[in-house]
């Protein structure tokens, strides 16, 4: 198992460490908080393990990693719907609760490292959908996840990355 530090955090802006790698990351535009709600825009902290990597397989071929993977297809979607059972779940597009959409015309989920955070139990309102994800090509804020450009996150998941510690 492969464990990346995030450190050096400034507002929304770190690096992630792991091993001899450090590369820049953007955080929630909230930062890092331990008690993460639904919807405050940010980053959980504690130890987020990779649980799988999701990808679209028309942009690039499925990236070298430690967890299992998967191609995304258009009607993929994520649960972000507190009220609803598939709460912080993947879910097939149309959906009834509220979601977000994996297959996106930008290529921010191109690849999806998704990492456990209110998952095992799923608890309402404590926070869905926090991805290792591509960043905005601005380095802006996210709205909880963690994002660097796509060759660092396709390094990172090749240095065998099994989780994130994020600290708080």
Request: proline residues 8%.
């Amino acid at each position: 198992m492969r464990h990346a530090v995030i450190d050096q955090v400034n507002g929304t802006q770190a690096r992630l460490r792991i091993g001899s790698i450090s590369v820049p990351v953007s955080l929630g535009a909230a930062g890092i908080r331990r008690e993460k709600q639904e919807g405050d825009h940010a980053t959980p902290a504690g130890l987020l393990m990779l649980r799988r990597v999701l990808y679209r397989a028309d942009r690039g071929s499925a990236p070298v990693c430690a967890v299992p993977r998967e191609a995304l297809g258009p009607d993929d979607g994520w649960c972000d719907d507190p009220r609803h059972p598939d709460y912080n779940t993947m879910v097939e597009l149309p959906h009834p609760g509220r979601h977000e959409r994996l297959w996106r015309d930008d290529p921010q989920y191109d690849v999806i490292g998704v990492l456990g955070w209110n998952d095992q139990p799923v608890v309402r309102d404590r926070g869905s959908a926090i991805f290792l994800h591509v960043a905005h090509r601005d380095g802006r804020p996210t709205e909880g996840c963690i994002a660097t450009d796509r060759a660092s996150l396709i390094t990172v998941l090749a240095d065998g990355l099994t989780a994130i510690e994020v600290p708080g």
